[in-house]
Antibody
Framework: EVQLVESGGGLVHRGGSLRLSCAAS????????MSWVRQAPGKGLEWVSA????????HYADSVRGRFTISRDNSRDTVFLQLNNLGAEDTAIYYC????????????WGQGTMVVVSS | VLTQSPNSLAVSLGERATINCKSS????????????LAWYQQRPGQPPKLLIY???VRESGVPDRFIGSGSGTDFTLTISSLQPEDVAVYYC??????????FGQGTKVEVK
């Protein structure tokens, strides 16, 4: 069974940091580009960051560039998202997603991990 | 920018639901004649699920009542006969300009 399991969310003060993890199983992780998509409470979907299969190329939405860092460990089938200098606008469910090889759409989704930034 | 319409709609069971997605720029390319537009379904309390890509290709396992169409800047998702399990928010997404991806604001579908 294909699974993406996120962890690391929680309550953090404004300006604080968190590290999200996403453990993959049931598919060949090293063949998938990976991404994070977030959803603020009651709002729509926002793409946050992506990383290619070997972890060399990383990309960020303007809203998080310079504050968030995506990385991956193919030996552990895990992708990470380091969140720094968090603000209230970062409060959201963070979904780990897999990019369909060669297609560029998100065909794999985790259940999400909630990040709440308090002021 | 992707703009969906309507923001919400209520449809009777068995009736047709139609959701529109308009892009501010063309997301079709002459080089491969493909439309870089996908549709996702998000049921309450669940993560999104890929329904359709290339504007009209159903993901494996997606019922054939879900029909994607359109090209260039105007796209449509049609649910030909609404079922109770189709109550959800539907999002369009462009992937014509990787490595950035943009979603529409979502359309909530309810049963009338």
């Amino acid at each position: 069974e294909v699974q993406l399991v996120e962890s690391g969310g929680g309550l953090v003060h404004r300006g604080g940091s968190l590290r999200l993890s996403c453990a993959a199983s049931g598919f060949t992780f090293s063949t998938y580009g990976m991404s994070w998509v977030r959803q603020a409470p009651g709002k729509g979907l926002e793409w946050v960051s992506a990383i290619n299969t070997i972890g060399v190329n990383t990309h960020y939405a303007d809203s998080v560039r310079g504050r968030f860092t995506i990385s991956r460990d193919n030996s552990r089938d895990t992708v990470f998202l380091q969140l720094n200098n968090l603000g209230a606008e970062d409060t959201a469910i963070y979904y780990c997603t897999g990019l369909f090889p060669g297609l560029g759409v998100f065909d794999l989704w985790g259940q999400g991990t909630m990040v709440v930034v308090s002021s | 920018v992707l703009t969906q319409s309507p923001n919400s709609l209520a449809v009777s069971l068995g009736e047709r639901a139609t959701i529109n997605c308009k892009s501010s720029l063309s997301i079709s390319y002459n080089s491969d004649n493909k439309n870089y537009l996908a549709w996702y379904q998000q049921r309450p309390g669940q993560p999104p699920k890929l329904l359709i890509y290339w504007a009209s290709v159903r993901e494996s396992g997606v019922p054939d009542r879900f029909i994607g169409s359109g090209s260039g800047t105007d796209f449509t998702l049609t649910i030909s006969s609404l079922q109770p399990e189709d109550v959800a928010v539907y999002y369009c997404q462009q992937y014509s300009n990787p490595p950035t991806w943009t979603f529409g604001q979502g359309t909530k579908v309810e049963v009338k």
